[in-house]
């Protein structure tokens, strides 16, 4: 009867410290399934791994010097237990690492795509510039073209019609100044025979009528030599333009 209480107080030591055991196997089981669920659920870059993988170290080396200090008590199953969950963490560590060389590779693959990619078409825009470029300058060229020889057309056809009014004036001067010669010859005998009295027929404004003959003679043949100045300057420009 003396004994029982001191089993009963042995067996409650021994439940506590399995009950101790056991939650510290939970904790151990819930950080190492948060840690590697976080690290499976997430796509991480190189930047992100690291923190990552290093705190999860730290927490892990924690949990395992406390464990180390309770294993002096612990049992074959618990050392058994700790050992199972060690190389489950180890296996999926593994996995996760490999995953993310995997990701990493192929992510280097594809930047080496794009890279690729971009610089073909850096290429084929470039190109293209040139041909719009050269486009751009044949059609100014054509515009300034256009522009010139409308210009020219213009001005070579008032070139014509100022020729061909200026030429029409002349034959008309010129015959006038045929006319006028013969007339004032005319005037010029019948004045003398009118100064000299030797025909009755000669009238007597006749030496009248010779000087204004005379005078629009002189306004004729000045005419005529401004417009034969009028024509060479025409034909100058003509052969400027390069027409005929």
């Known amino acids: 009867m003396d004994n029982q209480p001191d089993d009963l107080d042995e067996d409650v030591v021994i439940i506590e410290q399995k009950d101790k055991k056991s939650y510290l196997y939970i904790a151990l089981a819930a950080v190492l399934g948060v840690a590697v669920g976080g690290l499976l659920g997430g796509s991480m870059s190189s930047q992100q791994w690291k923190p990552a993988y290093q705190e999860l170290e730290s927490r892990y080396h924690q949990l395992e010097e406390k464990m180390n200090e309770e294993r002096a008590a612990a049992t074959a199953e618990g050392e058994e237990k700790f050992r199972q969950l060690k190389a489950e963490f180890e296996k999926k560590l593994a996995e996760e690492k490999a995953g993310y060389a995997e990701k990493s ?70 015959k ?69």
């Open 105 to 174: 590779d192929l992510f280097q693959e594809q930047m080496a795509a794009l890279k690729q990619e971009k610089e073909a078409l850096e290429t084929r825009l470039k190109t293209q510039v040139q041909q719009i470029n050269q486009v751009t300058e044949r059609n100014d060229k054509l515009n300034r073209q256009t522009g010139l020889q409308a210009s020219l057309f213009e001005r070579s056809r008032e070139l014509f019609q100022r020729e061909f009014k200026i030429k029409q004036s002349l034959e008309s001067l010129q």
């Open 176 to 244: 006038e100044q045929d006319e006028l010669i013969k007339k004032e010859k005319a005037l010029k005998k019948e004045c003398n025979d009118y100064l000299e009295g030797s025909s009755w027929d000669a009238r007597s404004d006749a030496c009248t009528q010779q000087d204004a003959t005379n005078e629009r003679l002189g306004k004729v043949r000045q005419l005529i030599r401004v417009h034969q100045m009028d024509l060479k300057q025409i034909q100058s420009i003509a052969d400027e333009l390069g027409v005929d």
